[in-house]
């Protein structure tokens, strides 16, 4: 395979990920299934893209793409991590959380001598959202807190 088409397989993989966490998901609570109960986990999402990255290496040709790509997945994980818990405590706004993770994760990739590209930023925003979208919700949305 072609390095372009390793990349178009990885966004793919990406965009069907973020779409079912953003829109099925939510979808499916709303017509009252658990899925907090399917779902279990940061860990359960982990494991679930691990597999999947796992399913599809044989079919690729060798090469640092895919490491590339887990390593920014568990660096995103652990910036959303770090910028929740420098929101809690009261070192960031809430609504700074996100740039905090992407800076965070975007010194960590030059750090290690990465060249963050367009691509990369783009593969960067979908995991942070998926990191955040499986972190405990730390509040109840109720009905005036949404009008």
């Not at 953003?22 to 986990?41: D, E, F, R, V």
């Not at 599809?56 to 640092?64: D, Q, R």
């Amino acid at each position: 395979m072609e390095t372009y088409q390793i990349w178009l397989l990885i966004i793919g993989c990406v965009f069907v990920t973020m779409s079912i966490m953003m829109y099925l998901i939510p979808y499916l609570q709303k017509k009252g299934w658990n899925i907090g109960g399917y779902l279990g986990s940061a860990a359960t999402i982990t494991k679930l893209i691990n597999s999947i990255i796992d399913a599809i290496k044989p079919y690729i040709t060798p090469n640092s793409t895919f490491d590339l790509v887990e390593k920014i997945f568990e660096i995103t994980e652990k910036a959303v991590t770090f910028a929740e818990q420098a929101y809690k405590d009261a070192q960031c706004e809430a609504d700074q959380r996100k740039s905090v993770a992407r800076k965070y994760t975007i010194d960590c990739l030059k750090l290690a001598g990465i060249e963050v590209t367009e691509d990369i930023e783009k593969l960067i925003d979908g995991a942070l959202e998926a990191a955040v979208f499986v972190l405990p919700k730390t509040h109840e949305v109720t009905d005036e807190t949404v009008a």
